[in-house]
């Protein structure tokens, strides 16, 4: 069986990870890699009714049923698009994936072990990145469009567990915060030296 190359894109909302995401399925593809973008919520079932009914509600959900409408997403996921994509040999980068849930359910309160017994399904990156951008730079460019998830309290303990994921080896940390150029070829460095190109 071909095996493809498992890549996600971690960090706060605003923090750059889809415009980074894109920016590497580019450079990707221009070294003639079959490179696919992704992004959770997924845009399955669930994963719309997580994005509808789940960040746009004026009071947050439960954490815990939170982080299981997450797994079931990133189940659905990993199974109809992730792995599939692996299996043809391809390069997935996602942007977010399972330490999404383990900093954002976390913050709320959810034990990560349960967060991490529950997506047992998720396929293990075989790279994971965390732009890391101050929470006051976030706010700056949030501008006032904010997800339920979004206040200040919430974004420093997010912050914190990226972090401790950082410094348990996880994520490779990545300063997100400076021009978009600088950060691409931080990112594009790492991947194709892990790569071998």
């Known amino acids: 069986m071909k095996r493809g190359f498992f890549i996600c894109i971690e960090g706060l909302d605003k923090s750059g ?28 079932k669930i994963g719309r009714f997580i994005r509808e009914y789940v960040l746009n509600r004026k009071e947050r959900v439960y954490a815990m049923i939170e982080a299981l409408l997450f797994a079931a997403d990133r189940t659905e996921h990993t199974e109809t698009f992730i792995k599939p994509n692996l299996r043809k040999g391809k390069i997935v980068i996602s942007d977010r994936y399972l330490f999404s849930s383990l ?21 293990k990156p075989d790279l994971a990145i965390y732009l890391d951008v101050p929470v006051d730079e976030i706010f700056h460019r949030c501008q006032g469009r904010r997800s339920v998830m979004e206040n200040r309290e919430i974004q420093e303990k997010v912050r914190e567990i990226y972090m401790k994921l950082v410094r348990n080896g ?19 460095e790492i991947v194709f030296e892990k790569l071998k190109i």
């Open 170 to 188: 996880e994520l490779i940390l990545i300063d997100g915060n400076r021009p978009v150029e600088e950060t691409a070829r931080d990112i594009e």
């Open 103 to 123: 900093a954002y359910q976390g913050a709320a309160g959810v034990n990560i072990s349960w967060i991490k017994k529950i997506n047992k399904a998720a396929v």
């Open 17 to 44: 990870k889809t415009t980074q995401s894109n920016l590497l399925v580019e450079a990707l593809r221009r070294k003639g890699h079959d490179a696919v973008y992704t992004f959770e919520p997924s845009d399955g």
